[in-house]
């Protein structure tokens, strides 16, 4: 597993990718850093070596200067890095990454799914998203999900409110939902 850590405004993202057997990229996280705390805090470290049956040895943290597009794991982590700066600059909607969405459970991927078609400057309710995946009932479920989801603003968990049009919950802190909603124009 290769690391990296990037800025994004004022905050900091921990950037995980890895390359499977078949020698293709993909991102396994990219989540918020919090404040003071090194990559080792990321929320998806201990249970990425447990599901892969990592130890410390087998994370390499890079600075993102020297990263190399040579390396595809890296060149992965490079071209995220590009992607959250064009959308942090207001030049791109959509992030277009591959990403790695085992560690989840069948119904955490469904959601992680459909949290990919909510469009640019949208927002839905939880209740709203439940029904998208098939679960009518369940946006309890569905919000635990989205609190699970490994990939910050890449999988837009942000976009989904509570039904009252109150923000609901983030797993980042409700500063940081605020300020991707804005940066979208959908949240004043």
Excluded at 10 to 38: C, F, M
Excluded at 61 to 80: C, G, H, R, V, Y
Excluded at 169 to 182: M, N
């Amino acid at each position: 597993m290769i690391v990296t850590t990037t800025a994004f405004g004022s905050h900091r993202l921990t950037l995980i990718a890895r390359v499977n057997g078949h020698g293709q990229p993909k991102l396994v996280e990219a989540n918020w850093l919090l404040a003071g705390n090194s990559w080792h805090s990321s929320k998806s470290v201990p249970k990425l070596k447990k599901y892969y049956g990592l130890t410390d040895e087998d994370f390499t943290f890079i600075d993102k200067n020297s990263l190399s597009m040579n390396e595809p794991a890296q060149a992965l982590l490079i071209e995220t890095i590009f992607q959250l700066k064009d959308y942090a600059d207001g030049k791109r909607k959509i992030l277009d990454l591959p990403l790695d969405f085992s560690m989840g459970t069948e119904f955490q991927q469904r959601v992680w799914q459909a949290l990919q078609g909510i469009e640019y400057g949208e927002t839905i309710s939880y209740a709203t998203l439940a029904q998208r995946v098939n679960s009518p009932k369940g946006f309890r479920a569905v919000a635990q999900a989205n609190g699970k989801n490994p990939f910050s603003i890449i999988v837009p968990c942000h976009r989904v409110i509570a039904s009252d049009g109150k923000l609901g919950g983030y797993t980042g802190g409700l500063d940081k939902k605020e300020y991707l909603l804005a940066l979208e124009g959908s949240w004043t």
